[in-house]
T-cell receptor, first 110, second 115 residues
Framework: TQLLEQSPQFLSIQEGENLTVYCNSSSVFSSLQWYRQEPGEGPVLLVTVVTGGEVKKLKRLTFQFGDARKDSSLHITAAQPGDTGLYLCAGNSGTYKYIFGTGTRLKVLA | DAGITQSPRHKVTETGTPVTLRCHQTENHRYMYWYRQDPGHGLRLIHYSYGVKDTDKGEVSDGYSVSRSKTEDFLLTLESATSSQTSVYFC??????????????FGPGTRLTVL
């Protein structure tokens, strides 16, 4: 069974601080996605990483796929209250089929 | 926003009763998914569909069945609801791309409480 573990599970930080969220598995994934979910809504895709070692940037968010394609990280620089939400990673476990991570709930305090 | 609606948005039911949740899309996407979301578990796939009348099980399919008779509708049925099925249910859609990964678009969710 493929599993994706995220850490930390909860994170509360002050505006302007940096943070990193981790997504780890013992399985290899052909691609990995990061989603953000706000209360009362469905998740929204932020990025997809495909190649081992790949780094993608989305404004203040930096995503990295591990060299072995078993793990990924999300780094946020100078966090803002608008970054508050639930961050989910999702690994491609088959054609158009995904396994989601356990989630990291981030709260950024003004 | 992708055209995905879920109905009902909230439902309270009693143990042992049947429940059907509906997902409707206006995007003509091929793939449709049902997930449940519970604290500490992220999203878990219940069933998915890769075309009309083509469905397959996900990781937590026990106690659930699905049907897709039209491209735009994907129904999730709990034949006899149990308290362990209290959850928030999300429908998602996606379309074929040139690679084997694609973006999933999620509906607003249905909060189901089984008493």
């Amino acid at each position: 069974t493929q599993l994706l573990e995220q850490s930390p599970q909860f994170l509360s930080i002050q505006e302007g601080e940096n943070l990193t969220v981790y997504c780890n598995s013992s399985s290899v994934f052909s691609s990995l996605q990061w989603y953000r979910q706000e209360p009362g809504e469905g998740p929204v895709l932020l990025v997809t990483v495909v190649t081992g070692g790949e780094v993608k940037k989305l404004k203040r968010l930096t995503f990295q796929f591990g060299d072995a394609r078993k793990d990924s990280s999300l780094h946020i620089t100078a966090a803002q209250p608008g970054d508050t939400g639930l961050y989910l990673c999702a690994g491609n476990s088959g054609t158009y089929k995904y396994i989601f991570g356990t989630g990291t709930r981030l709260k950024v305090l003004a | 926003d992708a055209g995905i609606t879920q109905s009902p948005r909230h439902k309270v039911t009693e143990t042992g009763t049947p429940v059907t949740l509906r997902c409707h899309q206006t995007e003509n996407h091929r793939y449709m998914y049902w997930y449940r979301q519970d604290p500490g578990h992220g999203l878990r796939l219940i069933h998915y569909s890769y075309g009309v009348k083509d469905t397959d099980k996900g990781e937590v399919s026990d106690g659930y069945s699905v049907s897709r008779s039209k491209t735009e509708d994907f129904l999730l049925t709990l034949e006899s609801a149990t308290s362990s099925q209290t959850s928030v249910y999300f429908c998602a859609i996606s379309e074929t791309s040139g690679s084997n990964y694609n973006e999933q678009f999620f509906g607003p969710g249905t909060r189901l409480t089984v008493l």
